[in-house]
């Protein structure tokens, strides 16, 4: 059976202190960043650090983890899941954030007091993983 919808409150709740890293984002433990991938490739400063506003994708598998899928800078921001990702049969989300140092357990045990996090977060768009079993037309 499908879990109910997620509100704006959930998601907010939820994402707030979510470290950021996942397989397709890693941040520079040392310099206290994270790159915007669309200002790297256009060859402009992508480091984005504490205070900074971002744009975030994330993803939740099976109900069991978010996962971030991708983060960008003001300037790339991303307003609809359909526009960042392909809408799937998981829950799906939009976000803005601002980073803020608020540390991190690593899963090796170590301990990282300046990691960056999402603070300060906003829904952009979400979709349900309801969204993903529906067919195109409907």
Do not use: K, N
């Not at 704006?8 to 991938?37: M, N, Y």
Request: with cysteine.
């Amino acid at each position: 059976m499908a879990l109910p919808p997620r509100t704006e409150a959930d998601l907010r709740r939820e994402l707030t202190g979510l470290v950021v890293e996942s397989l397709a984002v890693r941040q520079d433990l040392s310099r206290r960043s994270v790159h915007c991938v669309a200002c790297a490739a256009e060859g402009r400063d992508a480091a984005r650090t504490v205070g900074d506003e971002v744009g975030v994708v994330l993803r939740e598998y099976e109900g069991f983890t978010w996962e971030i899928q991708d983060l960008v800078c003001p300037d790339h921001r991303v307003d609809r899941v359909t526009d960042a990702v392909g809408v799937e049969a998981d829950d799906q989300v939009v976000v803005s954030a601002v980073l803020e140092a608020a540390g991190y357990h690593s899963p090796d045990g170590q301990y990282h007091p300046e990691a960056l996090t999402l603070g300060a977060v906003e829904v952009v768009d979400y979709s349900p993983a309801a969204e993903g079993y529906l067919e195109p037309d409907e």
